[in-house]
């Protein structure tokens, strides 16, 4: 068993620090979706501007505040606007590798999300486990409409004028929002 990213939020900037809060960080949860990072999860930060690298668990905050907040012991770690690397891992074995498909959010400086990408390991020609970056905006099953406030019934006439069945959609609806 390995561990490997499962998903990132790249060049987050700090937002505020609340040294006398429980501890953990306080993200968007809109954000904390589209890259797949859950409530009380462990995350690895690691702060670009100092070097800092600390383990804290998530909690959600306001949804659409694009919040980064470090609390407790951990706002002794950042400053505001520093920028992080949020990484969230799982432990796999190599043969799982091809199936998983990290989620990474990068950021302007406003913390509004500037891409959506993944990572990709496959076989090529030259190795049997080479990686790449895909934009993940391409529109595959596994991308498409995951941004968060999404009109539903937009997504349902977008994906059935791709030619998409009606119980490809509804599988798709399903699969990546609460209904």
């Given at each position: 068993m390995m561990k490997t990213i499962r998903a990132k939020l790249h060049g987050i900037r700090v937002t505020a620090a609340d040294l006398n809060y429980h501890g953990s960080i306080t993200l968007d949860p809109d954000q904390c979706a589209?890259?797949?990072?859950?409530?009380?999860?462990?995350?690895?930060?690691?702060?670009?501007?100092?070097?800092?690298?600390?383990?804290?668990?998530?909690?959600?905050?306001?949804?659409?505040?694009?919040?980064?907040?470090?609390?407790?012991?951990?706002?002794?770690?950042?400053?505001?606007?520093?920028?992080?690397i949020i990484a969230a891992s799982e432990y796999c074995g190599p043969e799982r590798l091809y199936d998983l498909k990290p989620r990474i959010l990068t950021f302007l400086p406003d913390n509004q999300v500037d891409q959506v990408l993944n990572y990709e390991v496959f076989a090529s020609e030259r190795r049997p486990y080479d990686f790449r970056i895909v934009d993940a905006g391409s529109h595959t099953l596994e991308s498409c409409h995951t941004w968060p406030n999404v009109d539903i019934a937009a997504v349902r006439a977008d994906l059935e004028a791709k030619g998409w069945s009606e119980a490809e959609v509804e599988t798709f609806i399903k699969a990546h929002f609460s209904l």
């Open positions: 589209l890259a797949g990072i859950y409530p009380m999860e462990f995350v690895e930060i690691w702060n670009k501007n100092s070097g800092a690298r600390i383990s804290t668990y998530v909690i959600f905050g306001e949804p659409g505040s694009q919040c980064c907040i470090l609390n407790g012991a951990a706002a002794r770690t950042c400053q505001v606007g520093d920028e992080l």
